[in-house]
């Protein structure tokens, strides 16, 4: 199952239903038939539910199943000895052994994804200062932001920085170009413009060819380039805007 990115679960507690925010879950435990959620600062919650009816409500890659009663968010995993998970807490959770190499792998894709994640924020704040020198370049130039939707399945792309000129090619006032997605930006353009963002961005690779003019259609050339993890920067060769 895709990681929904759901940030409250609806349960039904004491025959009433009750909105449960996914970041307050620690683990939760069933011992028969009843299911007992630890929460941060909050009193646990019990209720009549299986692990595997409760691991489908949250996102897949927020939450391991430690052995076959126990769940728990990698939001507070600290370290794991041999017999137990250790929460930020202080708990002590014991883990089935077939389950150790997953547990490893899920917290440190977890730890790397944090990682990324801060150096990426970093970099979007810096980003402006960085290719201030491309402001009055005379080809169009800009930097798109690669995002997976999980709703639709689709990579879409988002402006982070343009140059007057591709402003001037966007039509629309500088300033504007920011945080909106290409697509609205031009809705008319071939959808190979974002497959080849997305490669760019997240496989770094590079490409100088000839492409569908997103208002025209006429083949231009253009070069695409990996900025930063995530990040396409796009030049459009022409100055016929």
Same mark, same amino acid.
Request: charged share 10%; proline share 6%.
């Given at each position: 199952m895709a990681d929904?990115?759901?940030? /409250?679960?609806?349960?039904?507690?004491n025959r009433k239903e009750r909105l449960i925010p996914v970041?307050? #879950?620690i683990y939760a435990q069933v011992a028969d038939k009843l299911c007992t959620i630890f929460r941060v600062e909050a009193a646990p919650l019990?209720?009549? /539910?299986? #692990?595997?009816s409760l691991k489908a409500m949250l996102p897949q890659r927020g939450f391991i199943q430690i052995n076959r009663n126990c769940l728990v968010s990698l939001r507070f995993v600290c370290d794991l000895d041999e017999s137990c998970v250790i929460l930020s807490d202080g708990a002590r959770l014991p883990y089935s052994r077939r389950q150790k190499q997953a547990i490893l792998n899920a917290v440190q894709e977890r730890l790397s994804q944090m990682a990324r994640q801060q150096d990426t924020l970093l970099w979007k704040q810096g980003a402006a200062d960085e290719f201030r020198c491309f402001d009055h370049f005379p080809f169009p130039f800009c930097i798109v932001e690669n995002k997976y939707d999980p709703v639709d399945n689709f990579q879409r792309c988002f402006f982070r920085y343009a140059n007057e000129?591709?402003?001037a090619l966007a039509g629309k006032p500088w300033h504007l170009l920011s945080d909106v997605s290409f697509s609205s930006v031009f809705p008319q353009a071939d959808r190979r413009w974002l497959e080849l963002f997305a490669q760019c961005a997240l496989e770094n690779r590079r490409f100088?060819?000839?492409?569908?003019? /997103?208002?025209?259609?006429?083949?231009v050339r253009t070069l695409l380039y990996q900025t930063h993890y995530g990040f396409c920067g796009c030049m459009v060769m022409t100055t016929g805007i």
């Open positions: 929904t990115g759901v940030k /409250m679960i609806q349960l039904t507690v970041d307050s #879950i019990q209720i009549f /539910m299986t #692990i595997t000129s591709f402003a100088d060819l000839n492409l569908p003019h /997103m208002k025209t259609g006429a083949p």
